[in-house]
């Protein structure tokens, strides 16, 4: 299964909302969609949940258009928006029930199905209770268990921890492993990068409607590191005087900065692999007891802050 954009755009009058975005990722990868408000992010996932017609370009589901088959490719995705719409009074197993039946789930096979999404989602404790009652974590849940009800192979989730707790996160990340581990493709947007970086087996970056970086995590990482060559991070603990070696490192040659993180000092060194050699070299001739020094790689917030300017439209 691979699900592919091409050059898509999206126009609002002047707009450019979506100005020729091309990425792609593959079943039992989760991707992480990310860009600051309003870079377009979920006027991309409307567009590839067929919720939305682009002004061009295209969309694929296992080679599918999403433009031109948009019936056949609902099939095959589950969209989970940033809210749960409101709704009458419904209650959770009636809710889910109905669009088993939009997806022509019918009789015993339409009551195992829900059952099953409902143990899976941790819903079965609440089935009778209507939706209007539910938490804001409930709802994410009801939501999610919407759109597994038939099995897609693609998962599309525009900000689902948005508002949650952190037990409710901590149970949604652990849901998105088990889904990822049975081989569906999964495209979530999120602002919470920290938690994006703990699942992720790849990111998009977005920003102004345009495309900043996309590919594995280690891809981007590799990317982001050639693009930044003349600096390095570098974790630095000593035995004793953490203190002392910080105010040392603010005064020493080719430290750009240099700030306490518990029992470390973490640094960034203008210059490459010889400049932070010569550092090391300038911290033991003074005498400092050093027990750790390592160069730190590009995390998901570093990539982001280093590729992106804040613009929004």
């Known amino acids: 299964m691979k699900i592919e954009l091409t050059h898509l755009k999206k126009y609002f009058g002047t707009t450019r909302a979506v100005d020729d975005i091309s990425f792609s990722f593959s079943g039992g990868q989760i991707f992480g969609f990310v860009g600051p408000n309003g870079a377009g992010k979920t006027t991309t996932m409307r567009i590839l949940a067929t919720l939305?017609?682009?002004?061009?370009?295209?969309?694929?589901?296992?080679?599918?258009?999403?433009?031109?088959?948009?019936?056949?490719?609902?099939?095959?995705?589950?969209?989970?928006?940033d809210n749960l719409p409101a709704h009458r009074d419904i209650s959770v197993h009636e809710y889910l029930d109905f669009f088993a039946r939009a997806y022509s789930i019918k009789g015993e096979?339409?009551?195992?199905?829900?059952?099953?999404?409902?143990?899976?989602?941790?819903?079965?404790?609440?089935r009778d209770?209507?939706?209007?009652?539910?938490?804001?974590?409930?709802?994410?849940?009801?939501?999610?268990?919407?759109?597994?009800?038939?099995?897609?192979?693609?998962?599309?989730?525009?900000?689902?921890?948005?508002?949650?707790?952190?037990?409710?996160?901590?149970?949604?990340?652990?849901?998105?492993?088990?889904?990822?581990?049975?081989?569906?493709?999964?495209?979530?947007?999120?602002?919470?990068?920290?938690?994006?970086?703990?699942?992720?087996?790849?990111?998009?970056?977005?920003?102004?409607?345009?495309?900043?970086t996309a590919g594995t995590m280690d891809e981007i990482?590799?990317?982001?590191?050639?693009?930044?060559?003349?600096?390095?991070?570098?974790?630095?603990?000593?035995?004793?005087?953490?203190?002392?070696?910080?105010?040392?490192?603010?005064?020493?040659?080719?430290?750009?900065?240099?700030?306490?993180?518990?029992?470390?000092?973490?640094?960034?060194v203008d210059g490459g692999d010889a400049r932070c050699s010569e550092v090391l070299k300038n911290i033991i001739e003074k005498g400092y007891s050093i027990c750790e020094f390592k160069q730190c790689k590009a995390d998901l917030e570093q990539i982001f802050m280093n590729v992106t300017k804040g613009e929004v439209q």
């Open 52 to 81: 939305d017609e682009p002004s061009g370009g295209d969309a694929y589901i296992d080679g599918v258009s999403v433009v031109q088959y948009p019936e056949r490719t609902r099939y095959l995705i589950g969209y989970m928006p």
């Open 109 to 126: 096979k339409r009551l195992r199905v829900v059952e099953t999404i409902e143990e899976f989602t941790n819903l079965n404790r609440i």
């Open 129 to 212: 209770k209507s939706l209007n009652t539910l938490s804001k974590g409930m709802k994410q849940r009801v939501s999610l268990a919407r759109a597994l009800v038939h099995d897609p192979p693609v998962l599309i989730m525009d900000e689902p921890a948005a508002g949650l707790d952190p037990r409710a996160r901590i149970e949604l990340r652990e849901l998105l492993k088990a889904l990822s581990a049975q081989g569906k493709a999964i495209l979530i947007s999120s602002h919470i990068l920290t938690e994006l970086a703990e699942i992720c087996s790849g990111a998009v970056i977005i920003e102004h409607g345009h495309l900043l």
């Open 221 to 268: 990482t590799r990317q982001s590191e050639s693009q930044h060559a003349t600096k390095r991070a570098v974790t630095v603990r000593a035995l004793e005087k953490t203190e002392e070696l910080h105010k040392a490192l603010l005064e020493m040659p080719h430290i750009e900065t240099a700030k306490i993180i518990g029992k470390e000092v973490e640094i960034e």
